[in-house]
């Protein structure tokens, strides 16, 4: 298992915003492709974004396009999402995971809390 730490995420109200992180230690994070995906209680766990190992290619979950923005710094061996005019419904586990072509996501954190209120 490829250690992945997330942290960011806290009680916020609707229309603030959050910085997640996800930090990586150990290993060649700039080797890995890396994704962001969220959990809400007694649904499916859903895609949010992805980014690849240079930045070069990104891409968003239709739903959260207009409001996330994910990045990284290799530099630093994190990689962000930030998450502007938060919604209730986005309340939900955020979890990132590090991925190789042709492989998928096989890594994966413990998850950072989001909750937003109304």
């Known amino acids: 298992q490829v250690p992945l730490v997330e942290s960011g995420g806290g009680l916020v109200q609707a229309g603030e915003s959050l910085r997640l992180a996800c930090a990586a230690s150990?290993?060649?994070?700039?080797?890995?492709?890396m994704g962001w995906f969220r959990q809400a209680p007694g649904k499916e766990r859903q895609f949010v974004a992805s980014i690849s190992r240079r930045s070069s290619n990104k891409a968003y979950a239709e739903l959260v396009k207009e409001r996330f923005t994910i990045s990284r710094d290799n530099a630093k061996n994190t990689v962000y999402l930030q998450i502007n005019s938060l919604k209730p419904e986005d309340t939900a586990g955020y979890y990132c995971?590090?991925?190789?072509?042709?492989?998928?996501?096989?890594?994966w954190g413990q998850g950072t809390q989001v909750t937003v209120s109304s």
């Open positions: 150990g290993w060649r994070f700039d080797l890995f492709g």
């Open positions: 995971a590090a991925g190789v072509v042709g492989k998928g996501y096989e890594y």
